[in-house]
């Protein structure tokens, strides 16, 4: 049996949930309302992440990226080719490339995103001739609450 057919719609509902939790902290604090959370082949958490790049002044702590490296730190291991990794905004050709690089088995991700998406919107990382690894992505899990917490996140800090 195929690892995405063993996981139900209702399990990525689940899991988007937690994503939004980090998000939602994380704009709490003052950055862009993005979290992940990179679940192990055993369908538990193997790792989260929060947007952190204001709070430790690093262009490169988006969401996704802290999750992989936290979750490379607890395998030991680089190859996270058993693993699925949940957020909410659909990732930036920086970290998508950390994903194809790392070769998450799975990515399912809830808000599109028009400016820099690199899994489907604005470019095609995983389906490009750059790419040497298939990467499962599924997109639109939990859409719209994923998109009004971005969106009143930007009003209000437009407001500040």
């Known amino acids: 049996m195929n ?13 988007m949930d937690r994503a939004i939790a980090l998000a939602k902290q994380a704009g709490s604090q003052g950055e862009i309302p993005v979290g992940a959370i990179m679940i192990g082949a055993d369908r538990q958490i193997l790792a989260t992440g929060e947007n952190r790049k204001e709070r430790d002044l690093d262009p490169t702590a988006h969401a996704e990226i802290l999750a992989l490296r936290n979750a490379a730190k607890i395998l030991q291991d680089w190859h996270l080719h058993q693993t ?10 920086m970290c998508a490339g950390a994903i194809m690089q790392s ?18 919107t ?4 995983p389906h490009s001739s750059a790419s040497f690894h298939k990467l499962e992505a599924i997109a639109g899990i939990r859409e719209r609450e994923c998109q ?4 009143t996140w930007f009003q209000n800090h437009r407001k500040n």
């Open 148 to 151: 009004e917490l971005l969106q």
């Open 84 to 93: 699925t990794l949940y957020i909410t905004l659909e990732p930036c050709p």
């Open 122 to 125: 604005v470019i095609n990382l």
């Open 103 to 120: 070769r998450v088995k799975t990515l399912v991700y809830g808000a599109s995103d028009p400016k820099t998406g690199a899994i489907h």
């Open 3 to 15: 690892y995405l057919e063993e996981i139900d719609f209702e399990l990525h509902w689940f899991w």
